[in-house]
């Protein structure tokens, strides 16, 4: 019956075990996503103020013209970028209840290894 709990155990250790490695593995490619999507927002935030330095300049020279023809890109720029904050905070979250999964799970699994080496075995009736 020991014998019986103790593979019981190991089981759900290696559950544990390889549930851990996949939200490892999955916790790695959407960090790349997210260093991806700051990087691309800081290029994007770069031309954002780029573009709004000339249209600031344009409309201090009463270049109207300039100014109106930049207008359009300037708002679709900034609608671009918006979406990608959206879509990085999603990721974030996204990462953060993984985080919280894969805590959990290696918390059970660390409980499984002492019970494994006996120290918390449950009591044979």
Do not use: C, H, W
């Not at 979250?93 to 409980?111: G, H, K, L, W």
């Amino acid at each position: 019956r020991v014998i019986g709990q103790m593979q019981k155990y190991q089981r759900e250790f290696t559950s544990r075990e390889d549930r851990v490695k996949r939200y490892d593995a999955e916790l790695k490619t959407l960090k790349q996503n997210i260093d991806a999507q700051q990087t691309e927002l800081q290029s994007q935030l770069e031309s954002l103020d780029t573009m709004q330095t000339t249209m600031a300049k344009y409309r201090a020279e009463g270049q109207i013209g300039q100014y109106n023809a930049l207008v359009v890109p300037y708002n679709t720029a900034v609608a671009a970028y918006n979406q990608l904050l959206g879509a990085l905070r999603q990721s974030i979250e996204q990462y953060n209840t993984i985080v919280e999964s894969r805590n959990a799970t290696a918390t059970e699994e660390e409980q499984l290894v002492k019970a494994l080496s006996g120290d918390t075995l449950p009591q044979q009736r």
